[in-house]
């Protein structure tokens, strides 16, 4: 709790006794001045609750940032480790010859022939 919550707490509550006793004795200057009263200090509250929610804000965005930086390490790192694994696959798929591999190169050969054949243009 912060200065602007109490003294806007206090402003208010005096506000509330300062109207009763203008609605006791029949006083509208009595009535007005509470009713100023409780509004002011109504806002110092809230302001002062703000203030304090801000504060709190500040308090724990650094233990955020952090966090968030370790995450976004970590899923950087992932990728890197399936880019690597994918890389060695494939490596691995041309080194050793995969039967795959040389299906792929034929059918796209083979695309290519007939493309080459149905469009007419061979000179």
Same mark, same amino acid.
């Given at each position: 709790?912060?200065? /602007?919550?109490? /003294? ?79 890389? /060695? ?35």
């Amino acid at each position: 709790m912060n200065k /602007h919550e109490l /003294h806007g707490g206090a402003r208010y509550l005096g506000g509330k006794v300062e109207k009763a006793i203008g609605d006791a004795v029949d006083s509208r200057d009595w009535q007005v001045s509470g009713v100023k009263d409780q509004v002011a200090g109504g806002a110092e509250n809230v302001f002062g609750r703000a203030q304090s929610v801000a504060e709190n804000v500040a308090d724990a965005t650094p233990g955020l940032i952090e966090e968030a930086r370790e995450k976004v390490g970590d899923a950087a790192t992932r990728a890197a480790d399936a880019a690597t694994r994918g890389a /060695h696959e494939a490596r691995d798929a041309v080194r050793n010859g995969d039967e795959r591999l040389l299906w792929a190169a034929v059918a796209a050969i083979g695309g290519f022939a007939l493309g080459w054949l149905a469009s007419g243009r061979r000179g």
